[in-house]
């Protein structure tokens, strides 16, 4: 069965500091990837996804995540973080070939960034 | 639009006792889907709908049930509620499947008890 993982369940950062939080997944053929983020008390938004072509791709807020394929892996990054981005960061994967209609999610890195 | 609207917000319930949790889009997706909120375990899925009249089984589907009469509505039933449903429930829904981005309710926090 597909699993994707997230190794940081939670990270703390001062303001201004980079943030890479790690994902990988364990299927080899064709996916889409997603990272989602669930703001304190709200619901789950995509903040950036990739299909296909550029591996660096770039989301809201400032984010962006790099496709390794050969390391299986989708980290987003952000070089400086604000207060606001304290949150939940879900990353999120579809097998194409033979996976059927589901998307698996990761358990989540709550990142915690203060003044 | 009012998007993905999930009802109720909050939910006690006593053990053995059902009931429905409400999911409506108003944005004519064919996906629809539930997934279950835990910490450290992240989200996963119970059931999931391509279409009306067609749902299928997620992850965890044991102890609830769903239909899909409509493009719009898909209700999420606890058939014999459980301490180990004791959760916050999402609904989720996309415009081209799971190749489209989900938009998600605001979640319903149920506790059983």
């Known amino acids: 069965a597909q699993s994707v993982s997230q190794h940081n369940h939670h990270v703390i950062l001062s303001e201004a500091a980079s943030l890479e939080l790690g994902c990988n997944y364990s299927?080899?053929?064709?996916?889409?990837l997603f990272w989602y983020v669930q703001y304190p008390g709200q619901h789950l938004q995509l903040l950036l996804k990739y299909f296909s072509g550029d591996p660096l791709v770039k989301g809201i807020k400032g984010f962006e995540a790099e496709f390794i394929k050969s390391k299986f892996s989708f980290n987003l990054r952000k070089p400086s973080v604000q207060w606001s981005d304290t949150a939940e960061y879900f990353c999120a994967v579809i097998i194409l070939t033979g996976g059927g209609n589901k998307l698996t999610f990761g358990t989540g890195t709550q990142l915690k960034v203060e003044l | 639009n009012a998007g993905v609207t999930q009802t109720p917000k909050f939910q006690v319930l006593k053990t053995g006792q059902s009931m429905t949790l409400q999911c409506a889009q108003d944005?004519?997706?064919?996906?629809m889907s539930w997934y279950r909120q835990d910490p450290g375990m992240g989200l996963r899925l119970i059931h999931y709908s391509v279409g009306a009249g067609i749902t299928d089984q997620g992850e965890v589907p044991n102890g609830y049930n769903v239909s899909r009469s409509t493009t719009e509505d898909f209700p999420l039933r606890l058939l014999s509620a459980a301490p180990s449903q004791t959760s916050v429930y999402f609904c989720?829904?996309?415009?081209?499947?799971?190749?489209?981005?989900?938009?998600f309710g605001n979640g319903t926090r149920l506790t059983v008890t």
């Open positions: 944005m004519n997706h064919e996906y």
């Open positions: 989720a829904s996309s415009y081209g499947g799971l190749s489209s981005p989900l938009h």
């Open positions: 299927y080899g053929g064709t996916v889409n």
